[in-house]
């Protein structure tokens, strides 16, 4: 269990975490891919008061795993496994999205997401 724990980087994780939240959060706005993905997927945009609020509080817990699982490959010096999982993730997303007969254009959204997640917070490994 000490390999969960031992030399990770947590502000390396916890930037990661955040800087993804705020690149999904202009990611599905309707200044970049918001507005095509919720048709796709057959939601109707809603205003900014109107955010699902168990929706975000679960992101962010999933991208605090989700980077904490890149900061425990980088104290372990195999990032390639981050690689790997990252590229599983996003087609088992992807044929999730397939199976709820999501747009492909709101797929190929999902999958860009979760992959420059993943980036930026290898990216901060490397920073901090």
Not at 83 to 96: E, R
Request: hydrophobic residues 60%; aromatic residues 12%; proline residues 2%.
């Amino acid at each position: 269990m000490g390999e969960l724990t031992t030399g990770i980087n947590w502000l390396a994780v916890i930037v990661g975490a955040v800087a993804a939240f705020l690149v999904g959060w202009l990611w599905y706005s309707p200044m970049l891919f918001g507005r095509k993905w919720a048709e796709g997927v057959g939601v109707e945009m809603g205003k900014p008061g109107e955010m699902p609020v168990g929706a975000m509080v679960s992101q962010v817990i999933g991208l605090l795993l989700l980077s904490w699982f890149v900061g425990v490959t980088a104290a372990a010096n195999a990032l390639a496994t981050v690689i790997l999982a990252a590229i599983a993730f996003a087609v088992l997303a992807y044929s999730g999205g397939m199976f709820r007969r999501n747009g492909a254009y709101a797929r190929v959204t999902d999958l860009g997401y979760l992959i420059v997640s993943v980036v930026i917070m290898i990216i901060c490994q490397g920073l901090f």
